[in-house]
């Protein structure tokens, strides 16, 4: 097993997050961003087969927001496992996602291909969220 030192390492500097920057502080003295980022690095040790991924990107200034994603989606496909991503965000659910579900109150209303949802909705829900983007 890896020390905990070589971890915060290899995930720290995927995530930009410099060891002596991080390895010490409380979570208070972070920004919403870095806490984003340690978060993700704290969830990527176990090296997970399933990542669930809430609003995950919800802290992050676009150019971060952007530069995670990418890393997340080639963190997935090098290393095989499958995310659940958990947003409100219709314009990166339609980025970054293969599959779509959509909810109201609480239950599945429609599922099915990112192009199908996106292009064709069937649900009267799924009409209303894609007339409102």
């Known amino acids: 097993m890896e020390s905990i030192e070589k971890i915060i390492n290899r995930w720290g500097n995927i995530l930009h997050l410099k060891e002596d920057h991080f390895l010490n502080r409380k979570c208070a003295n972070l920004s919403g961003g870095q806490r984003q980022r340690v978060a993700i690095a704290r969830s990527l040790i176990m090296e997970p ?48 996602a293969d ?28 009409k209303l969220l894609m007339s409102c983007r």
């Not at 971060?64 to 997935?76: F, H, S, V, Y």
């Not at 109201?104 to 209303?109: A, D, F, P, Q, W």
């Not at 429609?110 to 799924?126: A, M, Q, R, T, V």
């Open 49 to 96: 087969k399933l990542l669930i991924a809430d609003e995950i990107s919800s802290m992050l200034d676009p150019s971060t927001k952007a530069n995670t994603l990418r890393l997340l989606k080639g963190l997935q496909n090098s290393r095989g496992f499958a995310m659940v991503y958990i947003t409100h965000d219709i314009l990166l659910a339609r980025k970054i």
């Open 99 to 126: 599959q779509v579900y959509i909810m109201h109150e609480g239950k599945i209303v429609e599922k099915g291909s990112c192009l199908e949802i996106f292009d064709h909705p069937k649900s009267e829900y799924g």
